[in-house]
Every structure is written in structure tokens, then in C-alpha cells.
DNA sequence: ACTATCCCCTGACGGC
DNA sequence: TGCCGTCAGGGGATAG
């Protein structure tokens, strides 16, 4: 679901509720969202107070006093909300965390369950997933971009979804910034010339940009921390667009499968470069 | 190094 | 109405 937009969207909109506040008792009504044990869980995090709250690719970084940390992916639907105690409690909730002072709950809702959330203790070396992310989408220069490109002899799209290579971009904003730079999904990585790996860099940041201004993406279920709806949906060019006209050359959006993924493309803005050379 | 294919889950939607 | 297949903003494991 969250992709860097909607995940930066969060992060802002927890920070102001979190930062300062003490974590006084943890209720887990489903560990398989849990990278550990509730038990390990719940003695990392408990009386700790919150310091600061980031964001690193598609991770949340939640750093507590002594440098106790909660890292949470929300994959595909997984939600942070905050409600008072005493609201009810939705079936998918799997996580609530008594915040003090106050009345409220962060509570972690996630309908498939693909979602994990990770408590670090003080001293323990970050975990091995979030050592092997690749640069932000949004901190990597153009230059480096394309140096790293040049490398790569895969196709541009599975590639920019590789988190090891480049983190925070998934389905939505790939589709987006291939289409805006013209460039074709399949195009192998290192036949990308300076000049199109400068577009792909100047479009991916400026749709990312624009995306998080508009708080997100909503196409079915994403929602804020507030159960806020995202407004960038109605920027969409391809993504969740096949059969209508590309709004540039009038040609009908397509749908494939491109390394498994839904791929939406304008047959006349992205060229098949390996066919016509 | 890279691709393809499951798999993890649940729900929504279209076709019959 | 119900059943079945397919698909979904992600990513890990495994086989070729």
C-alpha cells in the first residue's frame, strides 16, 4: 500500500502526537505481525519514552529514549491510527500502545497481515534489512543515479522497485516517473543515456514531492494517521488509468505484467527501445 | 546477476 | 445469491 509519499505523510502526521510521550503498556491481540516474541516486545518498549520519529525508505523509525527503537513496514495495508482507549476496537487491529500522558492509543491495524514491527533494544546493531537499503528516492543526485544505472543490466522497472537499490519507490510512483520521463519500463538499466536518467531523476522527484504535498495516494484503502485520504490520485497519469487516453498524445493507457507487477504505460510517451534501437 | 514463481493474508470485483 | 478466479501501493524464499 504506502509507498515514501504516503509513508513520509505518516511519519509527519505521528510526530506531533508521539514525540515525548511514554509507551506505559503494549496489548498485542495478534504477534504475527511481531518480528520477535510479545513477551521481548513488550520489555524493549515499555516505559519508553519517544524521541523522535523518521522515516528510511518504506521503514518507520520510531527512536525512544536510550536509543530504543520500534521499525515497522506496513507492506501492503498495514495502518498506524490514533484513537482513544475507550473506542472500539476494529477486528484487524493487531497492536495498542497506551500513551501517557493523554488518553490516546497508537493503535497498528493491518488487514493482510503482511506488515511487521520490530522492537530494538538499546545496544543491538539495526536489523539486516534496514543495512541493505539503497539510497532514499528522495536524497539520491541525479549523477549517482546514473553511475549506479550504468551498472545494471536489468530492466529499469524491477530495478527501481529494488529496495537494495533504491528505497521508498514502489508500483504507483515507478509507473508515474517512467511514463513522465518517457521511458519504457522494460528499458534495460545501463542503455539509459545521462540525459534520460537526469528526466527520471527530475520527475521522480518532483511526482514523490507533489505526492506527499497531496498527503498520498488513496486508490482503495490507503488512509493517514488520522484516517486522512490522499489527494494525489487525481495526478495519476497511468497508474490504475488503462483504457483511457494518455492526456499528452491521446493514445489508450496499457496494462501488462512486467516482473509480475501491474504495469501501466502511454504505447506512444514510452517507446520499446529494444525493437527500433 | 537476474528472472520467474510461489507464498504470506484478506477483501473486492467481475463473470457465470 | 453464490462460487470461482483474479487482482491488490510489498517483499522474502527458492529454483532455474
Known sequence: MPELPEVETIVRGLRPQLIGKKIRFIRVRSDHVLTGSPRGFRRVLEGAIIREIGRKGKFILITCDQEIRLITHLRMTGQFLLAPR????DPHTHVLFDLEPGTDQLRYR??????????????????SLLQ?????????SAATLFRNLQQKKRAIKPLLLDQTFLSGLGNIYVDESLYRAGIHPLTRADTLNRDQARLLHRHMRQILRQAIRAKGTTVSDYRGPEGIVGGFQ????????????????????????????????????????QKSG
Not at 475507550?86 to 476496537?89: D, G, I, L, S, T
Not at 493491518?110 to 536489523?127: E, M, W, Y
Open 234 to 273: 487525481r495526478f495519476l497519469r497511468v497508474y490504475d488509468r488503462s483504457g483511457d487516453p494518455c492526456r499528452i498524445c491521446g493514445q489508450t493507457i496499457q496494462k501488462t505484467r512486467v516482473g509480475g507487477r501491474g504495469t501501466h504505460t502511454c504505447p506512444g510517451c514510452q517507446p520499446w527501445p
Open 132 to 140: 541493505d537499503l539503497g539510497p532514499d528516492a528522495l536524497e539520491i
Open 86 to 89: 475507550e473506542r472500539v476496537v
Open 110 to 127: 493491518d488487514v493482510r497481515k503482511f506488515g511487521r514491527l520490530a522492537a530494538v533494544a538499546r545496544g543491538t546493531p539495526a536489523i
